[in-house]
């Protein structure tokens, strides 16, 4: 019910706008967030947003570069990332869980399979 998608290849300062695409009428009432894994790392949290949109919470490792967003009426999720540097290479991840915060995968139930994002240096 989530499909992720938008990685690909990027030079250290670029740009990449990640995108997830909800399907199915539970889910799109959850609140959503997007998690990390780079190799050999455990899962990362980067950023939450709430059901409404109204409420946000970044990782410290992406604030001030990163925007989430939940376009009203549309059942995506988008993740904007700027400044990129090699540190952001990984597979993101979409999630869906419960309304309230949490920046813990365990908080989710429902999971995108991944893309993957490389930035070179």
């Known amino acids: 019910q989530l499909q992720a998608s938008g990685g690909g290849l990027a030079q250290a300062g670029g740009s990449l706008n990640l995108s997830c695409a909800v399907s199915g009428r539970t889910v799109s009432t959850y609140a959503f967030a997007w998690f990390r894994q780079a190799p050999g790392k455990e899962r990362e949290f980067v950023v939450f947003?709430?059901?409404?949109?109204?409420?946000?919470v970044y990782a410290d490792s992406v604030k001030g570069r990163s925007s989430i967003s939940r376009p009203y009426g549309k059942n995506t999720v988008s993740l904007q990332m700027n400044g990129l540097t090699p540190e952001d290479t990984a597979v993101y991840y979409c999630a869906a869980g419960h309304p309230h915060y949490t920046n813990s995968p365990s908080g989710y139930d429902y999971w995108g399979q991944g893309t993957l994002v490389t930035v070179s240096s």
């Open positions: 947003i709430s059901w409404s949109g109204g409420s946000t």
